[in-house]
């Protein structure tokens, strides 16, 4: 049972433009969201994460949008750059209760220069 | 600060050996969790530790375990190795919701 999904595997958007990455959940409990950044090789680097009492957070170039009705959460990135091109990981967790992160299963974002 | 380190980067095993794998977190850091990458599963939690006692726990066999140390560096252990183990292991430790990660352990079973 994917408690958290990321449906399309892969991105390919141009150089100075908007890539937007989707990610669903299906538990309702969850309260905390976040997403990674990973290029091979390495771990998964934290990007940014928001609070279910927000509808938005903004760290630069990256703001993700959620939606608790319809259980979306997604990630803009603007203006993209070729260094973005990595695999993204959406993930959620319930905030008091432990430091268990549920992941997707990432996409693959390739931005052309 | 320096970051959440991992030894060894490169493992390769036979089935039915064991293996120990080590985490060195960010200092400050009393939690560390561990994850499981696979092509097919993703990343999968495995348990995660604080102060020194198992907070939460994934949905994997016995034959894997960890622990946690006072300095907060934390191991974990896996028996009988099985083909299916190869995988790369991540550590992370956080200070609150955000967990940071290592570069992980490739574990290759053979």
């Known amino acids: 049972d994917q408690q958290v999904k990321q449906n399309s595997p892969s991105l390919s958007v141009q150089e100075g433009r908007i890539s937007i990455l989707n990610c669903d959940y299906t538990n309702s409990m969850f309260d905390y969201f976040l997403w990674y950044k990973k290029y091979p090789a390495e771990g998964p680097t934290f990007l940014i994460s928001i609070s279910s009492i927000k509808d938005k957070n903004e760290d630069g170039r990256f703001t993700v949008f959620l939606n608790k009705s319809a259980k979306h959460l997604s990630l803009h990135i603007v203006p993209s750059q070729p260094g973005d091109s990595a695999v993204y990981f959406c993930a959620a967790s319930l905030t008091g209760a432990n430091s268990k992160l549920t992941f997707g299963k990432g996409i693959t974002l390739s931005v052309r220069p | 600060k320096a970051g959440v380190t991992q030894t060894p980067r490169y493992l390769i095993k036979t089935r039915g050996q064991q293996v120990t794998l080590s985490c060195s977190p960010i200092s400050g850091h009393r939690s560390v969790s561990w994850y499981q990458q696979t092509p097919g599963q993703g990343l999968q939690f495995l348990f995660e530790y604080f102060s020194e006692t198992q907070r939460n726990k994934g949905n994997f066999p016995g034959r894997f375990s960890g622990r946690q140390f006072s300095n907060s560096r934390s191991e974990m252990n896996v028996s009988t190795l099985e083909l299916g183990d190869s995988a790369l292991y991540l550590c992370?430790?956080?200070?609150?919701?955000?967990?940071?990660f290592g570069p992980g352990t490739r574990l290759t079973v053979t």
């Open positions: 992370a430790s956080s200070p609150g919701a955000e967990q940071y």
